[in-house]
């Protein structure tokens, strides 16, 4: 039986890689975007290929559970992209993990790194403080972007529709008085966080913690590091200290990431 061009192990695209490969990623990644499911249309329109190409693609991916197709007909990421997942976040960790150690021993405050997964950030790792009074995030941990300091670091890296879909599809809840109620205001705080190159969480997600982060540059998942610890401890010297160090940190996270 004759192939498709897409099917041909030959064939390559602009970029180098086999094609079919390229563009099954392409839609996985418009679902995950789109904040882990999406519809059909949603995807034609976001992707340019005929529909007869994306339809066997996602046929393809349902039949190795890296989709499901959905009730109402849409489709959605699938059971098998969490064991997956998992493995690249202990990864993840390994590689980030000496950088974290190095922060907290110069610092000598927590250190995280997070990661987009959907609409939410994910806590890949952790080095607490040993200091007594420390903040302490657990690994695998879901939270908001809007009022968090990695989750802001991260949005200042996508586009604003992007980031758009996200705080709709999300909500914005307000956890503490300080946090970010509109997706103006937050629009606003991405801006100010382009322009010094840093984010604040400024007791925007627990009262009496301030969070200071940077995305990691050009990783192949969006995401961020960070330091937290007491308001008290974490002043603007504190900030003048720790940013130079944090970006240094993101840049050879992001170096060892181009290298695996």
């Known amino acids: ?13 602009a970029r180098g890689g086999v094609q079919s490969v390229e563009r099954a990623f392409d839609l996985l990644n418009h679902i995950a975007d789109a904040g882990g499911r999406t519809t059909l249309s949603e995807l034609s329109a976001s992707v340019d ?9 996602l046929k393809t991916l349902v039949g190795l559970g890296a989709a499901r197709q959905l009730s109402d007909r849409g489709y959605a990421l699938g059971p098998s992209l969490i064991r997956l997942g998992n493995l690249a976040g202990e990864q993840l960790g390994t590689i980030a993990r000496p950088y974290l150690r190095a922060l907290v021993n110069e610092l000598s405050e927590s250190a995280n790194v997070a990661v987009l997964d959907g609409d939410m950030v994910v ?11 420390r903040m302490f995030t657990e690994v695998g941990r879901r939270t908001h972007t809007h009022d968090t300091g990695v989750g802001k ?18 909500g914005m809840p307000t956890p503490t008085p300080h946090s970010i109620a509109t997706l103006e205001d937050l629009e606003a705080e991405l801006e100010r966080i382009r322009e010094r190159g840093y984010a604040v969480d400024e007791q925007e997600q627990e009262l009496g913690v301030r969070c200071f982060s940077v995305a990691v540059p050009e990783a192949p998942t969006p995401m961020a590091i960070s330091v937290s610890g007491p308001t008290s401890r974490m002043d603007q010297s504190f900030a003048d200290k720790a940013v130079p160090l944090l970006q240094d940190a993101a840049a050879g996270i992001a170096h060892e990431l181009s290298a695996t």
């Open 1 to 13: 039986m004759p192939r498709t061009a897409d099917e041909e192990p030959s064939s390559r695209s």
């Open 49 to 57: 290929l005929p529909m007869p190409t994306i339809h066997r693609l």
């Open 123 to 133: 806590y890949a790792d952790q080095v607490p403080s040993s200091q007594q009074m």
């Open 153 to 170: 670091a991260i949005l200042s890296q996508l586009p604003a529709e992007q980031v758009r879909r996200i705080v709709e599809t999300a």
